[in-house]
Nanobody
Framework: QVQVVESGGGLVQPGGSLRLSCAAS????????MGWYRQAPGKQRELVAG???????NYDASVKGRFTISIDNAKNTVYLQMNSLKPEDTAVYYC???????????????WGQGTQVTVSS
């Protein structure tokens, strides 16, 4: 059974920082992508940042220069360093991992349970 578990969310003032972590575990053959989505009330879930196992990264324009995504392939763990946080960053942040299994070529999306990030003064 594959588990994807986030941690690191919390309450922070505008301008503050948080570091989110997400670890995938279980019967994993390989992971080719991990990333962070977020969903605010009344809005669709949107990609914040993603990174491939090869190290290619993409950021939503709203977080470029403020957030940094990184991956530890050996640990199947992705991190999101969030600096200069703004109230509009408030959302539930979800980790996603694209995971392949032995004997299968497809990568399946596995989601974490989400971690709340609240930016408020």
């Amino acid at each position: 059974q594959v588990q994807v578990v986030e941690s690191g969310g919390g309450l922070v003032q505008p301008g503050g920082s948080l570091r989110l972590s997400c670890a995938a575990s279980g019967s994993i053959f390989s992971i080719n992508f991990m990333g962070w989505y977020r969903q605010a009330p009344g809005k669709q879930r949107e990609l914040v940042a993603g990174i491939t196992s090869a190290g290619s990264v993409n950021y939503d324009a709203s977080v470029k220069g403020r957030f940094t995504i990184s991956i530890d392939n050996a640990k199947n763990t992705v991190y999101l360093q969030m600096n200069s946080l703004k109230p509009e960053d408030t959302a539930v942040y979800y980790c996603i991992a694209h995971i392949a299994y032995s004997g299968r070529s497809n990568y399946y999306q596995h989601w974490g349970q989400g971690t709340q990030v609240t930016v408020s003064s």
